[in-house]
């Protein structure tokens, strides 16, 4: 089974995927979820940090990042963010086996992983901790999703 989600023949993010072939569900590849591309996106950047001692795993890693956030990043529908800066939940309706729709609407899910990669925090350490920064894709900064400075 892969979940990776290809846009443009660039590594875009992480999908759902049919574990039954016979399956009406959506086939293989063809949802893409911004929140589980956040998380992959963090998850690669804390790998990399780790597998500093093998700096082709290293950098492959890092590379896979900033790939999904370049991508994902994109305004839709290219992208998974809407114009008011939010993110989808997933770019097409989809039945989650465990009782619920991913649906293309807003998901605070989904855009509270975005403002947490723009700050290059990681939720799963004390503090966001450190992982290697990416460079903030170059659409990212059309449209200020984030603000700089809170009133």
């Given at each position: 089974i892969n979940a990776?989600?290809?846009?443009n023949d660039v590594l875009a993010g992480v999908g759902y995927t049919s574990l039954n072939k016979n399956s009406s569900a959506t086939p293989n590849?063809?949802?893409?979820?911004?929140?589980?591309?956040?998380g992959a996106i963090n998850m690669a950047q804390v790998l990399s940090d780790q597998y500093k001692s093998d700096a082709s795993k290293s950098s492959s890693l890092l590379a896979d990042a900033q790939s999904?956030?370049?991508?994902?990043s994109k305004p839709w529908p290219d992208g998974l963010q809407f114009s008011?800066?939010?993110?989808?939940?997933a770019n097409k309706r989809f039945f989650i086996p465990w009782g619920w729709y991913a649906n293309p609407i807003s998901a605070m899910c989904?855009?509270?992983?975005?403002?947490?990669?723009e700050r290059n925090f990681n939720p799963?350490?004390?503090?966001?901790?450190?992982k290697t920064p990416l460079k903030p894709p170059p659409h990212l900064n059309l449209r200020q999703t984030v603000p700089s400075t809170m009133p």
């Open positions: 990776e989600y290809m846009g590849n063809k949802v893409w979820s911004a929140e589980w591309t956040f999904m956030w370049n991508e994902v008011d800066g939010s993110y989808v939940y989904s855009t509270a992983w975005a403002v947490m990669q799963f350490e004390f503090g966001g901790g450190y």
